[in-house]
């Protein structure tokens, strides 16, 4: 089950440790020395962009300081130069760490080689500026999060857990690594409940499992026979009735408690362990007995330690410390989405890692991977039901979780993901939980960078969570992913200057932007010409229109975000369209002035008031030079007014309600 299993066996890792040991012993004992490498750093170590790329670790043991520029780094024996080092003084008993990313950075904080480790093994060489091996390791596939290094007394090669990058090498360690248990079952859905057997290929060693998401450990349920898997909907519900994941205020008051008890699932994590040797990677199963939820809807599993979610303290889906001690220090300020509590925090400090399984519909088990999880949102993370960001550990996850989701920039098909987010729909929870959805959907043929749409059921450590969206995440990975672009040169910004993603400073292009559309006579063709130079100025306008067109009352003043690298000039990114298409609730029921969904225009005399207004700074300059009016919207649209007319909105508001509204087969 574990995707990250090491394709290894015992003997291959003997061999490895045994070749270690006698490369070591052929080393002097005042040399520069490959100290420990990580060939599958799913959770561990983050370069400077948030990447976890493989690493290895050289240690300077001797007294003196080694420059090492001119020193060579390389997996390919015929090439020992294949990667050169720069200038780098490495003082004595110090340690280097050195990205095997393939990004061959020479500069900054962080190295990174112009080479990627293979995750199934191979040779590691250091080489002195003169051309003579300095050490040499061979690498047999490593387990995701082990480190293969240099013990600190013996200096044989051995395995750690956890590594120790940038320091010397005190963790557990062990000679050997212990495959992942294997089940005589795939998991998915069955009709009738069954025995599931475990079994682990190390003679003397024991299967230890869990059955709430949580961790395997030497304290967990010893695996002496067959676990039954059956329906588990009589159960007690354990997260649907945990309380104080959200304020009692005017956010939260369309949610209403489980009538009766939840559908569930059994989830099982289990490991192998054995004394001498360090506990293999999880082998993890999501299995549904009996009727699914729905037969429409794909199944999105994850599995995670309750605490990480609900813990006072760490927990990431609760109020916890951060609201208790604000309202200590704010004790009679009215409560809104934007109050701090533990799930409005960010960063990586307030992530956690989960293992997420993905079934088509009918139960059938079709993508797996190890993931970090966030919330994500803004006023919505106060809702009962969250937005998780979905996050790889490592690399990319792929799977075409939207059937038909083409890139934008070729055409072709898109099955490759760094990310993606689980969407509770966010200011439209309560109500349809698509609009947002359908109003991407409408726009679909336009040139604007919307976002892919799948309504999921998920399941939380095997309880029924609810339906969410499945949606892209307009982030720099996702734009290099469509276009073919290299995320480190993409910039975000959203509308008023603010820099998102990108380097320090890399903002001062698109504020030059708004400086010069402020100030330009934009009636002059030669500044109109320069605008169109410095911004894709179509592509903004059919943005704007295409806002106007659907009313959304969370625009221009929020939800404007725009991207570049050195090939694209600023086009925008499409944002939330909850607040869009009559959500009286919401606020642009009034601006809709009643009329049909999708007959287009609606909204003219109250958007005309709100472009003009000091929140919308690129939209002004624009507006008088364009003389954006009720007729200009739809000119704009023309590229797909089948699609946004009121026959075609009715169509996918229907497809819609039949897969959020009537989940229950």
Known sequence: MCPERSSGHHGAHVLAAFLGMFFALGLTAQTLVLNEVVSSNSSGLEDEDGDRPDWVEIHNPTSESIELKGYG????????????????????????????????????????????????????????????????????????????????????????????????????????????????????????????????????????????????????????????????????????RISGTSTNNQHTDGWKPPRGLVRKATVIRARVFREGALPSPDWYGTFVVGALPSTRLPIASLQIPAADLYDFDRGIYV????????????????????????????????????????????????????????????????????SLGVKARSGTMDYAFVPGLVRRGSGHPLASFRSFRLRNSGNDWAYSMFRDALCHRMMEGLPIDGQGYR????????????????????????????YGLDPRRIVICHGAG??????????????????????????????????????????????????????????????????????????????????ALGNERLGSGRQSGGMDVGDGCCSIAIWRSRIRGAEAPLTRPLRRRFHLREGLVWDLTRAGPRRCSGACSRTRISSGCSSTLRPIS
């Open 319 to 386: 109020l916890g410390r951060v609201f208790s001690d604000w309202r200590r220090s704010h004790p009679v300020e009215p409560l809104t989405g934007h109050t701090p509590a533990n799930y409005t925090q960010r960063g990586l400090a307030w992530q956690r890692a989960a293992l997420l399984e993905w079934f088509e519909p009918g139960g059938r088990p079709a993508f797996e991977a190890r993931v970090e999880i966030d919330i994500q949102g803004q006023s919505s993370r106060s809702f009962r039901q969250k």
């Open 73 to 240: 780094l390389s997996d390919k024996p015929e090439a020992v130069f294949r990667w050169k080092f720069p200038s780098v003084l490495l003082g004595p008993g110090r340690f280097l760490v050195v990205f095997a990313s393939g990004k061959d950075r020479l500069s900054g904080r962080m190295l990174h080689t112009n080479f990627r480790l293979g995750a199934d093994g191979e040779a590691l060489l250091l080489t002195h500026r003169d051309g003579s091996i300095l050490d040499r390791i061979e690498l047999s596939a490593l387990q995701a999060n082990r480190s293969y290094g240099r013990h600190p007394q013996s200096g044989r090669w051995v395995f750690f857990d956890p590594p120790t990058p940038g320091a010397s090498n005190t963790s557990r360690f062990a000679e050997s690594l212990l495959d992942p248990p294997s089940a005589s079952h795939r998991t998915g859905r069955y009709d009738r409940p069954f025995d599931l057997q475990l079994f682990a290929a190390e003679p003397g060693s024991v299967i230890r499992y869990t059955l709430d998401g949580s961790d395997p450990s030497e304290d967990s349920l010893d695996y002496r026979g067959a676990i039954g898997v059956r329906d588990r909907t009589g159960d007690p519900d354990v997260l649907a």
């Open 498 to 579: 603010g820099l998102e993603e990108g380097p320090a400073g890399a903002e001062s292009a698109y504020r030059a932007l708004l400086d010069f559309a402020r100030t330009a006579d934009l009636s002059r063709e030669d500044r109109l010409q320069r605008l169109r130079g410095m911004m894709d100025v179509e592509n903004f306008l059919l943005y704007q229109a295409g806002s106007i067109y659907l009313g959304n009352a969370d625009w221009p003043h929020n939800n404007v975000r725009v991207w570049r690298d050195s090939a694209v000039s600023w086009p925008v990114v499409a944002e939330a369209g909850e607040k």
């Open 455 to 482: 309504p999921a059921v998920v399941f939380l450590n095997g309880e029924y969570w609810g339906i969410h969206n499945w949606r892209e995440q307009h982030d720099a990975d996702s734009l290099a992913l469509h």
